[in-house]
């Protein structure tokens, strides 16, 4: 157990942090992960969700870095739908011509669908790396379930996003404070690979040496 002192700070972000000593578990969050127990979940990349979305070009290029990574390195990739009816299925760039687990919902925590809860029993996954949309909404929920079960839960904070700024930054903000570890695209592609001396590593060399351009 660990404590930070918190400061005196100037931004409104800064009121969901208590003046006193906070106490952060890090048993459960220093720990690298292992391809076979990580799933990488993507939420809800759907066309009438994505269209207002803040840089979602952006967004939507770092989550396909982290599917790139995964199918190479063989992490499991799981994708959710919200309401697919009415707002679509997910991204055709995003998936691509690989039939992923997929699991339709109407609440916003993925974590209400059985078969979803039944997927990652039955697969034993410890970590979950959750990137999509919208941060504020089915991003947070999801995770502060998934945090409740006893899972670790990654954030990518390049890979999440919210049509409005103040509602993506505060929910990264209180993810964290949940028990969220915080990480970018690059950091977890890493991560993930561990290693250059592998045979994958050239592939994963070029994925991140992918720039992005609007």
Known sequence: MI???????????????KKNLTPINVNNNNKILVEDETLLLIV?????????????QLLIFNIKKLIDTCNLLDVHIAITEQNPLKLGKTLEFIAGNIEYPTFEKMEFSCTKNKNFINYINENNFKNIIVCGIESHICILQTSIDLLQ??????????????RNEIDNETAFLRLILSGAVAS???????????????????????????????
């Not at 404590?3 to 942090?17: A, E, G, H, P, V």
């Not at 695209?185 to 991140?208: A, D, G, P, Q, Y």
């Open 149 to 162: 079960k006893g899972l670790k839960i990654l954030i990518p904070r390049d890979a999440i996003g919210s």
């Open 184 to 214: 970018t695209t690059e950091s977890l592609i890493c991560e993930l690979c561990k290693t250059s001396n592998r045979k994958e590593f050239r592939e994963v060399s070029k994925i991140l040496k992918k720039s992005f351009s609007n």
């Open 3 to 17: 404590y930070i002192k918190k400061t005196k700070r100037n931004s409104k972000m800064d009121q969901f942090l």
């Open 44 to 56: 809800d990349v759907q066309q009438k969700l994505i269209n207002n979305i803040k840089d979602k």
